[in-house]
């Protein structure tokens, strides 16, 4: 009788020890000691019912894009190439006449063939450089910002300058608007030669050269004239003269083949989840005048105005330039444009640029004109808001200098804007570019002490993880099989490690059992800094952009540290676990 109740004993003795290792809770110290001696502290075993309809949801659940090409001469086969071949996640590509989609890529259609259509406060708030169906369709992403009209206006870039970043005047040529330079310049001071220009001034329309108050006067009824074309050309057009600057032309230009040039310089400003990003593509474009320079002659136009219409060769920045001039030292005027060039991604990024309603996100491209002096200082120009794609230089050679070109600028624009938006990739940390943050309005503004600068905490996809950081990502799991299992049981897409930025140390991670419950991992010392909570904000943030589930859930009761996290984030208490929807294109 005793060894029959010594054997049941021995029986539920057993059982028990099964239950406890099957459903270990990731909570308490680790025997294996994570790097440095830290304990780490695991929430949400995700024990109950899925409530999400399917499991592992994201494996058959692609990304759709869609693309509106215009005419902006850019090979989009390579952007379609780079999005299907992209490994663990699956695009899909919709017409852009489709309602919705992940994301939505637009491109320049020209003036005429949208104007005459689209009602004029749609032109107001987009332009007129992009389609009725770009324009209404709704996505996650999309390549538009509205707010931008401060630094892209010729006649305001100056006062925007001065208001939030005066240590960036330095770097703009002497300008006065015309009501500016007709008071106080013109009876007092000579600063000819002087540049005229107005806004949508493109191929050397609407810009005009003068060196004395006749040659202004001159000018300034070509400018009138160019005004009333325009306005019969375009209907709706808002354009005065009030939309014209001066400048004092600069007489010292360095040049290539003895043409002057202005630089093409391509700048990437974000709007996402309340944090501004600004990058600038560090593949330049020289775009030159037709005729060699000379200091004189100043009404001859194919001397003075460069461009893209002028360029009849193709050259490569910095090796093509005349660096031999007087007083030009290369490696001053570098360093000096690169100090330029982080200047002006600060001020962007300080802009209060925002995303049109119909998508959630958004981000720019703006070609910024730059000019530069033979005694190595930089003259910032303009920054257009159509920057321009299209064939410039000899018509020969340029579909392969084209495509080489595609194959860097796409990914320019997937790996800093798109791929991290979506979790696909980590947001790159660009200490050695040209390259600016700042703290917008926003769903993740209030953690972006945590998400932004040299200290940041990323989140890091497995995809993107280096082998040394799945590594270490092992070391801090609660048992020697735990990530392990994470990385067999899970769909990749799943799981994040999260990073430290100023030590490059895994300090944690964080997955989705079933693609619905969330599980995280962070090392002790790093849990009372809100890093957990930032990291779980984040998340979110890239599921309501995929819009993959309908809710997301945290599992009450495992521990304090991650109730907390959920009432933070505003999660829903429903039947023991926090539900949260997230389900941006139907809500």
Known sequence: MVSIVLFILFIILILILCFIICNVQTIGGNKDKPIGG???????????????????????????????????????????????????????????????????????????????????????????HFSEDFIRQHTSIKNILSGHTCFVHKTK????????????????????????????????????????????????????MANSKNEYIIAKKQLYEYIESKKKLIKNIQLSVNDTIICRYVINPITVDGKKFHLRIYFMLSSISGINRCIVHTEYKILTAKEKYIAGDWLNKDIHISGGHNTEKRYTFPDDVDWGLDGCNKDTTIKNLNSCLKSFCLLLSMVNVKNYPESYAGYYIYGADILLKTDNSICFIEINKIPGTSIFGENEGWKEYNTKYCNHFFPFILNNTIFPFLGICRWPINTNLNYAEHIGHGALSQFGNILIGMNRCTLIPYYDAKDYEIESAKKISFNKLSFNNLIHLCDHSHIYLIGRAQNDLIIGYIVLENGTHIKIVIMEEYQNRKIGTAMIAQLLEIYLARQYNHYLYIKKGINKYLDSIAKKLHFTLNNNEYEKKVNLLHK
Not at 96 to 116: D, L, P
Not at 175 to 186: D, M, P, R, V
Request: glycine fraction near 6%; aromatic fraction near 10%.
């Open 38 to 128: 830290n304990k780490a502290i695991g929430v949400n075993n995700a024990i109950g019912v899925n409530k999400a309809i399917g499991v592992n949801k994201y494996k058959n659940s692609p990304l759709y894009f869609s693309i509106s090409e215009g005419i902006s001469g850019l090979d989009f086969s390579i952007l379609r190439k780079l999005l299907t071949n992209h490994k663990g996640i699956k695009f899909v590509e919709k017409p852009i006449t489709e309602k919705t989609a992940h994301i939505s890529f637009g491109f320049s259609n020209g003036i005429n063939r949208i104007i005459h259509n689209t009602p004029i406060e749609i032109i107001k708030q987009y332009g007129k």
């Open 157 to 208: 870039l100056y006062s925007t300058i001065q208001k939030l970043m005066p240590s960036c005047l330095k770097y703009l040529p002497e300008t006065y608007t015309i009501k500016q330079f007709e008071e106080n310049i013109l009876p007092n001071h000579n600063i000819f030669p002087i540049i005229i220009k107005i806004e949508h001034s493109n191929q050397q329309m609407g810009i005009y």
